[in-house]
């Protein structure tokens, strides 16, 4: 699959809850941030989980998150960081 966002590009964390594995962090799910970096293009491990090829493959980005975003309040110079797979990631406003 091919890439579709770029660094510096800002997301939002689709806000869902699919049953069985899942790689995206709870707390992060409709949360907004900015892509910092592809990471790469990997098998999408929702289905490896399931012992299945991880087909399509997805890309793999960086996100740089506020802290304020995260946990609702200010932190001076604090930011989280995670790696989310691109089906979790959509278009920020």
């Given at each position: ?48 989980a399931y ?20 946990w609702g ?21």
């Amino acid at each position: 699959m091919k890439p579709r966002f770029a660094p510096g590009d800002p997301v939002k964390v689709r806000c869902a809850a699919p049953p069985g594995h899942c790689r995206t962090p709870y707390y992060l799910r409709g949360k907004r941030g900015v892509i910092a970096r592809l990471i790469g293009v990997y098998p999408n491990p929702e289905q490896l989980a399931y012992h299945r090829i991880g087909v399509p493959y997805q890309p793999l980005y960086q996100v740089t998150f506020g802290f304020d975003e995260v946990w609702g309040r200010r932190e001076r110079n604090v930011t989280l960081s995670a790696a989310i797979y691109q089906h979790w990631l959509e278009r920020a406003e």
